[in-house]
């Protein structure tokens, strides 16, 4: 059973960077051909894909957030991590990080209103609330 734990600061002040850090047990970050994606929903709205990286390192993130966002990974202790710069309180949501799987026929990296149908497993969130 695959397990995944966020953490990080529950308040960050507008224009400073989100950190947060995912924590996987019961499988590898490194196994072929999994992924591993950072999701965010608004309130009372759908989810939001920001970005992934796969089991060889490779990133990947949404347009919407591109240049402000960066994914990373430390193998040793299989975490991966985000990173959100210049953050403001359209920022504030409740964000997941989850396992993509392996299905081929299945659509990557990719969420639609609730749905992300790639995801095979889920953090339990982590609120995070972007004011002074």
């Known amino acids: 059973q695959v397990q995944l734990q966020e953490s990080g600061p529950g308040l960050v002040k507008p224009s400073q960077m989100l950190s947060l850090t995912c924590t996987v047990s019961g499988g590898s970050i490194t196994r072929s051909f999994y992924a591993w994606s950072w999701i965010r929903q608004f309130p009372g709205k759908g989810m939001e894909w920001m970005g992934g990286?796969?089991?060889?390192?490779?990133?990947h993130y949404s347009p919407s957030l591109e240049g402000r966002t960066s994914i990373s990974r430390d193998t040793s202790k299989n975490q991966f991590s985000l990173q959100l710069s210049s953050v403001t309180p359209a920022d504030t949501a409740v964000y997941y990080c989850?396992?993509?799987?392996?299905?081929?026929?299945?659509?990557?990296?990719?969420?639609?209103?609730?749905?992300?149908?790639?995801?095979?497993?889920w953090g339990q969130g982590i609120q995070v609330t972007v004011s002074s």
């Open positions: 990286i796969t089991y060889d390192g490779a990133t």
């Open positions: 989850a396992r993509e799987g392996n299905k081929v026929s299945v659509r990557r990296f990719y969420c639609s209103g609730n749905v992300c149908p790639n995801i095979d497993y």
